[in-house]
């Protein structure tokens, strides 16, 4: 069956649209990779399942991607130490999404519109400058 998709997810899919995604955590699915492959309409999603005690360190250059626009952390499988993902988020000026809950769309993009709005508005107005869509509140 194919879930009805919010008003939310087709907001995320307009400003990800083509981008490159980075998911830390929980274990890879090829089913929920496909269903927010195809949700956002994403060039790809890379999914980096976390061990227990691995280095967080493994997920740098992933995050330092020039193609990766945002970068999602399943908190519900993640060890602690997984906050300091959202340090080399911010160096590398990379929006930063917890995920407390699944990876239905819906949820995920309700995610995103919460935690990242403030990059999601910058994207908006950089892609108006650029005369792409038309503005209007």
């Known amino acids: 069956h194919v879930q009805e998709l919010s008003e939310e997810v087709l907001r995320v ?3 990800l649209r083509g981008a490159t995604v980075v998911l830390i955590g929980g274990d890879p699915r090829p089913a929920a990779k496909a269903a927010l492959e195809q949700a956002f309409e994403l060039a790809e999603l890379v999914w980096l399942s976390s061990e ?14 020039a193609e990766v626009s945002l970068v999602l952390l399943a ?11 959202r340090d080399f ?16 769309p819906n949820q995920v993009a309700r995610q995103i519109l919460e935690q990242a709005s403030e990059w999601i508005q910058q994207q908006l107005a ?12």
Not at 54 to 65: H, K, M
């Open 13 to 15: 899919r307009a400003m």
């Open 52 to 65: 227990e005690h691995q280095s967080i360190e493994l997920f740098r250059p992933y995050v330092a991607r």
């Open 75 to 85: 908190i519900r499988w993640s060890s602690h130490s997984f906050g300091d993902v």
């Open 89 to 104: 988020c911010d160096a590398y000026r990379k929006p930063f999404v917890r995920l407390p809950g699944g990876y239905s």
């Open 126 to 137: 950089d892609g108006q400058a650029s005369g792409s869509g038309s503005g209007g509140a």
